[in-house]
């Protein structure tokens, strides 16, 4: 019961058995924040940072987030990179491909509007809004490790405050 | 072979097909007309004072009055490189591949007709293999080019 005692305030102890009272939404944003599963999507340099951010010194593993290389086991696509209009439509398909709920997180100034591409060049998308909605967005050219932990703990404070009701919705 | 040695034998050899334009700091740049280019490009690789076997580099350049076509090719055995250019008129601009001669030259020439639109003849795949399956908005590396979404960098 060791983990009562830390969430007093989601879960409640009847007295003199062994049940426990929390609401099936705490329990599934807290579970769903935290095994956040990504896929990965490094196409320039921004991967880099990205690696750097799974390796030891940073380690990614300790917000539950591990790498999968297939849409299908994944929960957030994070975009690492360079998108050019010939890349577009592959991204807009691993999207589509990956299972409801998703997010996405847009790492670095290419992803958010060209980044250092945005004048003189006819390949380079202006942004990924208009191809996947973006839940958050970490400037920078790349970003570092740091922004982009502080990234993923927005987004995990994202999904903590869903609602089962939106769910239904999407 | 040393630069010199390298200038001496191409006066020799392809004194009236090529022109120097520059000794440069590290390679000989010479113009060639086109016309002459399929010949000059067999005696560069064929003959054995000169035997460019290596060929490194090819691209265009858009100077707003022509297009230039520069080859980059080096020698392996006498340790040598050389440079030469084509030029070509704005409103007739093609030229006749060299992949019969170095099959290295098949993507680079492709890449060429792909973003500056020259016309590369007897090219055996020349397809798209750079812009977007869907690209029709011309060729991007001219120096008139434009589209919408295209944004240049302002004056500053």
């Not at chain 1, 982009?148 to 995990?156: A, F, K, R, T």
Request: hydrophobic residues 35%; aromatic residues 10%; contains cysteine.
């Amino acid at each position: 019961m060791g983990i009562i005692k830390k969430l007093p305030v989601y879960a409640e102890k009847v007295p003199g058995g062994g049940i426990v009272t929390t609401s099936l939404e705490m329990v599934l944003n807290q579970a769903r924040a935290r095994s956040l599963w990504y896929l990965l999507f490094g196409t320039a340099c921004c991967a880099i940072e990205l690696m750097c951010t799974g390796a030891s010194r940073y380690d990614f593993d300790r917000l539950g987030m591990i790498f999968r290389a297939t849409p299908r086991q994944s929960d957030v696509i994070l975009t690492a990179g360079t998108i050019t209009t010939k890349m577009a439509p592959r991204l807009r398909r691993l999207y589509d491909q990956m299972s409801e709920p998703r997010y996405v997180i847009a790492m670095g100034g290419c992803t958010i509007n060209g980044g250092p591409f945005y004048y003189d060049s006819y390949s380079v998308e202006k942004g990924i809004d208009h191809i996947i909605p973006v839940d958050i967005h970490i400037p920078g050219c790349p970003p570092r490790p740091e922004s982009l932990l502080e990234g993923c703990l927005h987004l995990q404070e994202k999904i903590k405050k869903e609602k089962l009701s939106d769910w239904q919705e999407k | 072979m040393t630069k010199e040695q390298l200038q001496t034998a191409i006066t020799e050899k392809l004194g009236d097909k090529m022109t120097l334009l520059d000794t440069g700091r590290h390679d000989l740049m010479y113009e060639v007309k086109r016309e002459n280019l399929l010949e000059v490009c067999k005696t560069l690789k064929d003959d054995e004072s000169l035997a460019f076997d290596y060929y490194l580099n090819s691209h265009g350049v858009d100077t707003k009055e022509k297009f230039e076509v520069v080859y980059n090719l080096a020698s392996i055995i006498h340790k040598t490189r050389i440079d030469f250019k084509v030029i070509l008129p704005y409103d007739s601009a093609e030229i006749e591949s060299v992949q019969t001669i170095w099959p290295g030259a098949n993507w680079f020439e492709r890449e060429m007709w792909e973003l500056y639109g020259i016309n590369v003849l007897n090219h055996d795949n020349l397809t798209r293999f750079l812009l977007a399956d869907d690209w029709d908005k011309g060729f991007p590396m001219r120096k008139d080019w434009d589209a919408p979404g295209f944004i240049r960098m302002p004056e500053l």
